[in-house]
């Protein structure tokens, strides 16, 4: 079968197969040591289970799963020596993801992420209810360091006030000129210090 992992082949009188008159397949083989289950569709998409319980399957079309209830997925990897990568998922497009409630992450270990090109984040986007945006917050706690490293310009615009507070020393290197304008009708700083 394509894509499945080698296995032992039928013997005689152990493997039963069923072949409908369009070509659809069912085959249960019960020959010792190479016990396993096979079911495939005229068009070519399959299911197989081999004699460990692992599972092939391979869709020749589009798949739609609908879950009305919950539905849990609880993935017990086994680690090998090359890596402990348990889930691997390569998607040849775009994907799309839509959550109506809370989206919750809680990773115990590290979150690496590569992106090749742009990454946007819009907090408090606009929706139908709220065609301008409901508007929102970010917040973000690091219990460690912070460090960033841009090869390029940074641009922003805060529409409210910034307030930042420094309880150790604060260091600047302006390696090229420095401009400040203060357009209000006051501008504060610590004489006394």
């Given amino acids: ?29 019960d020959s010792p040591g190479a016990e396993r289950m096979f079911r495939q569709h005229m068009a070519g ?16 079309g589009d798949n739609y799963e609908i879950v009305v209830g919950k539905q849990n997925i609880v993935i017990k990897g086994i ?22 409630g809370d989206y919750i992450q809680e990773i115990e270990g590290d979150f690496v992420q590569k992106i ?3 990454h946007r984040v819009k907090v408090g986007a606009a929706n139908d209810a709220h ?5 929102g917050n970010r917040e973000e ?17 805060v529409g409210g006030d910034s307030i ?7 260091t600047q290197i302006v390696g090229g000129s420095y401009d400040l304008d203060v357009t209000g ?4 700083s610590n004489p006394g210090g």
Avoid: C
């Fill in 131 to 135: 065609p301008k945006g409901p508007g």
């Fill in 185 to 188: 009708k006051l501008m504060d």
């Fill in 116 to 118: 090749h090109k742009n």
């Fill in 1 to 29: 079968v394509e894509n499945a992992n080698p296995y032992i082949s039928s013997a005689y009188p152990y493997n039963h197969v069923f072949e409908s008159e369009s070509g659809h397949i069912t085959e249960v083989d």
């Fill in 141 to 157: 706690e690091i219990i460690g360091s912070h460090s960033f490293n841009i090869n390029d310009d940074i641009k922003g615009r």
């Fill in 45 to 60: 998409t399959f299911e197989e289970i081999h004699p460990d319980g692992s599972v092939v399957t391979k869709i020749i």
């Fill in 79 to 100: 680690k090998d020596n090359d890596n402990d990568v348990v889930q691997n998922i390569t998607i040849e497009g775009s994907v799309r993801e839509l959550i109506k």
């Fill in 164 to 170: 930042i507070s420094f309880e150790k020393s604060k």
